[in-house]
């Protein structure tokens, strides 16, 4: 079997030097952590959710798009009423106030946060009252 590698073949009786001072053992389970973590994500069930929700708002003509993010500290579900324009809400999911706030809120679209819990179930019922966008 012969490897392949980058370095010119050794004629007979020829010996490669290895320099062990380059060496480093790395630990893998470091090295691992070590990487850029995975973006936060929304699971199926909150996904459900959420798409039970915006497919009502459509059923009824307030919304008409959508777009989901997945960022490093949050995941981010925007609902539009036409494409192109800036989200009327965001449902965010950001797991690093669960233990704080909740990890769930739903925020308008000039940034007020309308409801945060821990619960997602709980924090899409400020959608059961009629929210609409007035125009100032």
């Known amino acids: 079997m012969r490897l392949m590698t980058d370095q010119p073949d050794l004629r007979h009786g020829e010996s490669r030097s290895v320099d062990h001072s380059s060496s480093v053992v790395v630990d893998l389970r470091e090295y691992k952590q070590s990487k850029d973590?995975?973006?936060?994500?929304?699971?199926?069930?909150?996904?459900?959710a959420?798409?039970?929700?915006?497919?009502r708002m459509v059923g009824d003509g307030e919304w008409r798009d959508y777009a989901i993010d997945?960022?490093?500290d949050r995941a981010v579900f925007s609902v539009f009423k036409r494409s192109?324009?800036?989200p009327l809400f965001r449902i965010e999911k950001n797991p690093k106030l669960a233990a704080k706030q909740g990890a769930y809120s739903v925020i308008s679209v000039n940034g007020t946060i309308l409801k945060r819990g821990h619960e997602l179930n709980q924090v899409?019922?400020?959608?059961d009252k009629a929210l609409k966008l007035v125009d100032k």
């Open 37 to 48: 973590p995975l973006p936060v994500t929304f699971h199926r069930r909150e996904l459900d």
């Open 50 to 55: 959420i798409l039970w929700i915006y497919g």
């Open 84 to 86: 192109g324009e800036i």
């Open 124 to 127: 899409l019922k400020v959608f």
């Open 70 to 72: 997945h960022l490093k």
